[in-house]
């Protein structure tokens, strides 16, 4: 079954290079971030956890952990940690998955429960394990998203949403295309008039339903 927003994500046994232990205790109190990727020392891959490493700083202001997602093993996974440190020039301290039953890749929907791994298989046997998942500190998946092998992920705009996820959590409040922080954002319609002017003071009402006020502090 897949796995929608809202849903609850599984507690899944994790198997790490920095260890064992359950999805919940990972995410703890904390946003965290799962990316995934099919197979190990492959490029584009290469790339992504590189950017994700030089965000170290990003993801810790915002109380964010990460943790990477490969069907490859952990002494693998260790190994290739040294080609991304020195593409990318910063350590990976996040844990990377051993997803090698394909276990996790399964529970959250990246593959068919038939899926398996053949003998000399190549990242597209698992092509589809190219996920971004963030999930609340309530255990809860926000948002996802899915790319094909061939496009880079732009940890850039992982970054921005995860700002725009943060900053409407539990408030009424939505954000427009193309929002960054500190920009106006959109007065969530479970609000009249009256209501918005109360909770936020000055409301600029553009249409009816699209209503636009100063980012909450």
């Given at each position: 079954?897949?796995?929608?927003?809202?849903?609850?994500?599984?507690?899944?046994?994790?198997?790490?290079?920095?260890?064992?232990?359950?999805?919940?205790?990972?995410?703890?109190?904390?946003?965290?971030?799962?990316?995934?990727?099919?197979?190990?020392?492959?490029?584009?891959?290469?790339?992504?956890?590189?950017?994700?490493?030089?965000?170290?700083?990003?993801?810790?202001?915002?109380?964010?952990?990460?943790?990477?997602?490969?069907?490859?093993?952990?002494?693998?996974?260790?190994?290739?940690?040294?080609?991304?440190?020195?593409?990318?020039?910063?350590?990976?301290?996040?844990?990377?998955?051993?997803?090698?039953?394909?276990?996790?890749?399964?529970a959250l929907d990246m593959l068919p429960a038939e899926a398996?791994?053949?003998?000399?298989?190549?990242?597209?046997?698992?092509?589809?394990?190219?996920?971004?998942?963030?999930?609340?500190?309530?255990?809860?998946?926000?948002?996802?998203?899915?790319?094909?092998?061939?496009?880079?992920?732009?940890?850039?705009?992982?970054?921005?949403?995860?700002?725009?996820?943060?900053?409407?959590?539990?408030?009424?409040?939505?954000?427009?295309?193309?929002?960054?922080?500190?920009?106006?954002?959109?007065?969530?319609?479970?609000?009249?008039?009256?209501?918005?002017?109360?909770?936020?003071?000055?409301?600029?009402?553009?249409?009816?339903?699209?209503?636009?006020?100063?980012?909450?502090?």
């Amino acid at each position: 079954m897949a796995l929608r927003i809202n849903d609850t994500v599984p507690n899944l046994d994790l198997v790490t290079d920095q260890g064992e232990f359950k999805l919940h205790d990972f995410i703890g109190d904390s946003w965290t971030i799962l990316f995934s990727h099919p197979k190990d020392f492959t490029p584009v891959c290469t790339t992504e956890f590189g950017a994700v490493a030089q965000l170290a700083d990003e993801w810790a202001k915002r109380n964010t952990k990460v943790i990477g997602l490969s069907v490859d093993g952990v002494d693998e996974h260790k190994e290739w940690k040294c080609d991304i440190e020195s593409f990318a020039n910063a350590k990976a301290n996040f844990p990377i998955i051993a997803d090698e039953s394909l276990e996790v890749s399964k529970a959250l929907d990246m593959l068919p429960a038939e899926a398996y791994l053949p003998d000399g298989r190549t990242a597209a046997d698992s092509a589809s394990v190219r996920v971004v998942f963030i999930f609340s500190p309530d255990k809860k998946l926000q948002l996802s998203m899915t790319y094909p092998m061939s496009v880079g992920r732009n940890f850039a705009e992982v970054l921005r949403a995860l700002d725009a996820l943060q900053a409407s959590y539990g408030v009424p409040i939505a954000m427009p295309a193309n929002w960054v922080p500190g920009e106006d954002v959109i007065v969530a319609l479970s609000l009249n008039d009256e209501e918005a002017k109360e909770r936020f003071g000055d409301v600029d009402i553009k249409l009816p339903y699209l209503r636009t006020t100063k980012q909450p502090s």
